[in-house]
């Protein structure tokens, strides 16, 4: 494979995933470690994505209180917020995960709606800050670095006291059969406490990101009430989803 091939298929991963390790990219191109870094590296310069320590982020993943227009797949993660708002419900307790699709549900929660609403991520957080009729519960912890969230036993043992009406997360990697996955252990340990805190699990999730898997495994699907894509509920991608009784919007 050509280097210019790698640099695209490495892009294509972080843009879709956000984060991916150099130890994926390895795998996926079927490269040494060696050459993968070097890679990341390149691409860093060209300022095409931001290398961290053992892989990479997409600049669209470092986020701020600023207007982030370098977001993979924009339009698809406003459809999808879009269709999550249609949930909220006046004076309602809820919970928003960190990332690039819950923070567009963030930033169109219209101003006078009132709610209460949990975040352990920091650019959501300072985002539902500016809403009037917002109520923002920051669940603090050890902040990870790339994604901007509480990870730690703090923020676990914060959302075991708590039961919210609707969390809204995102994943890495989720597939019909297994569930859903992340590569980062903290981060799943976090996220299998938002599916006990929350009465009903709303899953936000892009096409691109159906049938995938990885390392560590957050929940089965079956723990997860409805899942919002940007696709009609009937397309025939979705159509494991159905099977396992997911509601599809």
């Known amino acids: 494979m050509l280097k210019e091939e790698r640099h695209q298929a490495i892009l294509s991963q972080v843009e879709l995933h956000n984060r991916i390790l150099l130890t994926d990219i390895a795998e996926i191109l079927d490269v040494s470690i060696d050459t993968a870094r070097r890679d990341v590296k390149e691409l860093d310069k060209e300022n095409k ?6 892989g990479a982020i997409s600049l ?3 986020s701020s209180s600023t207007r982030n227009t370098n977001i993979y797949a924009l339009s698809q993660k406003i459809t999808i917020a879009e269709k999550a708002a249609s949930l909220l419900k006046n004076e309602g307790v809820i919970f928003i995960d960190g990332g690039t699709t819950c923070m567009e549900l963030a930033r169109i929660i219209p101003a006078n709606l009132k709610l209460t609403c949990f975040t352990l991520s920091l650019p959501v957080a300072m985002e539902l800050n500016s809403k009037p009729n917002v109520d923002v519960i920051f669940i603090g912890g050890t902040i990870s670095k790339e994604p901007q969230m509480a990870i730690g036993s703090t923020p676990t043992h914060t959302l075991s006291e708590i039961k ?4 809204f997360i995102g994943t890495g990697y989720v597939d019909a059969s297994y569930g859903l996955t992340e590569f980062d252990w903290d981060i799943v340990q976090v996220k299998k406490a938002v599916v006990q805190a929350s009465k009903k699990t709303v899953l936000l999730c892009i096409s691109e990101k159906l049938n995938s898997r990885h390392r560590y495994k957050t929940c089965d699907m079956n723990a997860i009430n409805t899942m919002i894509t940007e696709l009609s509920p009937d397309d025939d991608q979705l159509k494991l989803f ?3 009784n997911v509601h599809l919007i």
């Open 60 to 62: 669209g993943f470092t």
């Open 164 to 167: 919210v009406d609707y969390s």
């Open 49 to 54: 994505l931001r290398k961290v320590h053992g």
């Open 242 to 244: 159905r099977n396992n």
